[in-house]
């Protein structure tokens, strides 16, 4: 429940503070997931870079964004994808197939969807953006 919360805070985070205009936005607690799901989203150029800032307590991530990013959001409960059905998950949550992705929990680590699909590997959905 707690972990969930924690995503839920970290995308209404970056949607809002994006809105907004904000360059940077403030998460807190952080988490091994959070700071993997950041990654994917800035090895994708939606985010410049984050830091994370270690406070001795649940620690915090410092997102620097960049304008890109219109929408990011979490799937809870976190649903089994296998290969076949990341097609459907990727119609009914992206705007377009031509942009956004779908952020999956896999053996092989936390990936995209495209990813996944050239790994040949399914697992459960994190959340995704666009």
Not at 2 to 10: C, G, K, L
Not at 68 to 79: A, E, T, Y
Request: proline share 2%; net charge positive; aromatic share 10%.
């Amino acid at each position: 429940w707690y972990q969930r919360r924690v995503r839920e805070a970290v995308v209404s985070t970056q949607s809002t503070g994006g809105k907004r205009g904000k360059r940077q936005v403030l998460i807190r607690p952080s988490s091994k997931v959070i700071v993997k799901f950041l990654t994917v989203m800035m090895k994708h150029g939606y985010i410049d870079e984050f830091e994370v800032v270690d406070d001795h307590r649940a620690g915090k991530i410092v997102v620097f964004l960049n304008g890109r990013l219109n929408k990011c959001g979490v799937i809870s409960p976190r649903f089994d994808v296998c290969i076949n059905d990341i097609e459907k998950w990727t119609t009914n949550l992206l705007p377009s197939r031509q942009f956004g992705y779908l952020v999956l929990t896999t053996s092989s680590g936390i990936m995209d969807h495209e990813e996944a699909r050239r790994k040949h590997t399914g697992g459960k959905i994190l959340g995704f953006f666009y």
